[in-house]
């Protein structure tokens, strides 16, 4: 009997360390956060004028980013060239500022910054810390604006689609990693997608 209870204990613990195997992150699924970049815009107030601005602002910067990220492959690529653009994207920002009849200063930084949990059409991308264009302008305390900048999911419009999975195998994630962002209603991926925000909270 003593036996027989010490077995079904084991099988227990077996069972329990294989569904750990299946929902941690030990395929490297963390990388989601070092192998993208997003893109943050602050409006200066909630105002409807304000919002409206920042959308423009928002526009005129993926003019900029758009063609000089489109050859890119990793996250280091991309942050190499927007460091060197930032002086273009700040110029350019506060240009279309002046042009809506607006003095508004423009800040552009490229730093790690906390994103809770995005949404987009196709894609989710799980909260935690990401490399991140960050433009704020004026105040900055209106609503923010927020895409995947690279690889290049940011539209025009305020909604942003993925493009397919070869868009985000060719800047290094797995393909196990795309179903963590894109498939997180089903009941393995979305575990996998929460433990992965888990960790993330624990050493923010």
Request: net charge negative.
């Amino acid at each position: 009997m003593q036996l027989a209870k010490k077995v079904l204990i084991l099988c227990i613990v077996c069972m329990a360390a294989m569904l750990l195997v299946t929902v941690l992150p030990v395929h490297g699924e963390e990388e989601i956060y070092d192998s993208v970049v997003r893109l943050h815009v602050l409006a200066n107030s909630d105002s409807e004028e304000d919002q409206a601005l920042k959308l423009q602002v928002r526009d005129e910067i993926l003019l900029i980013t758009a063609p000089i990220l489109k050859e890119c492959k990793t996250q280091d690529q991309a942050k190499e060239i927007l460091s060197a653009a930032i002086p273009d994207i700040k110029a350019a920002a506060e240009k279309k500022i002046a042009s809506l009849g607006y003095n508004y200063p423009v800040e552009v930084l490229l730093d790690n910054e906390y994103y809770p949990t995005k949404e987009y059409e196709s894609c989710a991308f799980p909260e935690g810390e990401y490399l991140s264009l960050r433009v704020i302008i004026g105040e900055g305390e209106g609503q923010n604006w927020w895409c995947c900048l690279f690889p290049p999911l940011c539209l025009s419009g305020a909604t942003s689609k993925v493009q397919n999975e070869d868009a985000f195998i060719s800047v290094g994630l797995s393909t196990e990693q795309y179903k963590i962002i894109t498939e997180t209603n089903t009941p393995k991926y979305k575990v996998r997608f929460k433990i992965l925000e888990v960790f993330q909270r624990a050493f923010k």
